[in-house]
Nanobody, 122 residues
């Protein structure tokens, strides 16, 4: 079992920055990939970024590439999502997830956090 708790969401103006954090706990965390997904109202959940536990491999959605950086702190068992140049269309609930493979599809991920709201608005 893996437990994931997100934090760091909030209201930010367009062009602003925000960092989300996900604290992971459980057994054999080193065998998991950690990812971030988001879901806007009326939309399907979509992939944002993912990283291997070692931090050596990452994957990003085309829609956020260059504006988002995913990183991991193994000692703190925390994965972070630094988001810059935020746009109104980035508004969504952001979810942390743990899975076995570095993938973009939700079905690959076995464990999910409760989500944190990010709103980009002036």
């Amino acid at each position: 079992q893996v437990q994931l708790v997100e934090s760091g969401g909030g209201l930010v103006q367009p062009g602003g920055s925000l960092t989300l954090s996900c604290a992971a706990s459980g057994r054999t965390l080193s065998s998991y990939v950690l990812g971030w997904f988001r879901q806007a109202p009326g939309q399907e959940r979509e992939f944002v970024a993912a990283i291997t536990w070692s931090g050596t491999s990452t994957k990003y959605a085309d829609s956020v590439r260059g504006r988002v950086t995913i990183s991991i702190d193994n000692a703190k068992k925390t994965v972070s999502l630094q988001m810059d140049s935020l746009k109104p269309e980035d508004t969504a609930v952001y979810y942390c997830a743990a899975g076995r493979f570095l993938a973009r599809t939700t079905t690959i991920y076995d464990y999910w956090g409760q989500g944190t709201q990010v709103t980009v608005s002036s």
